[in-house]
């Protein structure tokens, strides 16, 4: 079992998505971050440490249900991650979930020969971090073995303003273009309407979520998008600006 593994798993135990993309956990603790849910037969726990730029200490335990991550840090990360029974030949995955959608970031499997049940330590915070968009992620994820598995989910809020990455720039952009073409269509263009409030509805949906406002629950992931193709051809169909009198 690598050490690349074993911090990717104990930071993901304990809570921290952002460490958990580029660093690793232990093959027989819970990757599923905060909120393990119950029945944690195996008993998975764990921690992680984060010592932002300005000083400020952020821990992390597998018990929290939200934390706030930077998207730098000053210092390594510090682990730690257990499990009550050893688990052999186990499998794992953390996912980030958008909509009905989950995107599988990290997959392990290990026998875990040497028996483990607990391990900790520390581990450089990944400078590719900087390129996440600030915003608010759900993250999802379980580790599985004959002896038993755990499973867990958490809210991760990645620190910063959106407009300091590309992602939020895009997005505000797009948000703000679409939605003049979609008030073009008041102008009697039904096509343009639709084809403007179906972008437009992916790019609100983008600010909600960038901005911490909401998270694209699969409900909004459908309704902002179709709320955005009907609103637009009924604005084309009615069309009032530059139309004449009979």
């Known amino acids: 079992m690598t050490r690349r593994r074993v911090l990717i798993r104990a930071v993901v135990a304990g809570g921290a998505f952002t460490a958990a993309v580029a660093t690793s ?7 599923a971050g905060a909120t393990i849910n119950p029945p944690n ?7 992680a440490v984060i010592t932002k730029t300005n000083g400020t200490v952020v821990t992390i335990n597998a018990t929290q249900k939200t934390v706030h991550v930077p998207r ?10 257990s499990v009550t029974t050893i688990t052999h030949n186990h499998h794992g995955f953390v996912a980030v979930v958008l909509g009905p959608f989950k995107i599988h970031f ?8 040497s028996n483990k049940s607990s391990d900790s330590g520390t581990r450089k915070y990944p400078t590719a971090l900087k390129d996440v968009p600030p915003g608010e992620y759900h993250v999802v994820g379980g580790h599985f073995a004959p002896e038993g598995s755990c499973t867990g989910s958490m809210t991760i809020i990645v620190d910063g303003s959106p407009l300091s990455n590309i992602a939020g720039i895009v997005a505000l952009v797009g948000t703000i273009l679409f939605g003049l073409l979609f008030l073009f269509a008041l102008f009697g263009h039904p096509a343009v309407g639709v084809i403007a409030g179906l972008v437009l509805g992916v790019f609100a949906l983008a600010d909600l979520m960038l901005w911490k406002v ?8 459908i309704a902002l998008p179709v709320a955005g193709i009907v609103v637009g051809l009924l604005l084309g169909l009615w069309g009032p600006v530059g139309s004449s009198s009979p």
């Open 25 to 31: 956990a232990v093959s027989w603790t819970s990757p």
């Open 41 to 47: 037969k195996i008993g998975c726990a764990g921690q």
């Open 72 to 81: 730098t840090a000053s210092k390594p990360v510090t682990y730690s991650g």
């Open 106 to 113: 990290y997959n392990w499997a290990g026998k875990n020969a």
């Open 214 to 221: 909401a998270y694209p629950t699969t409900l909004l992931l």
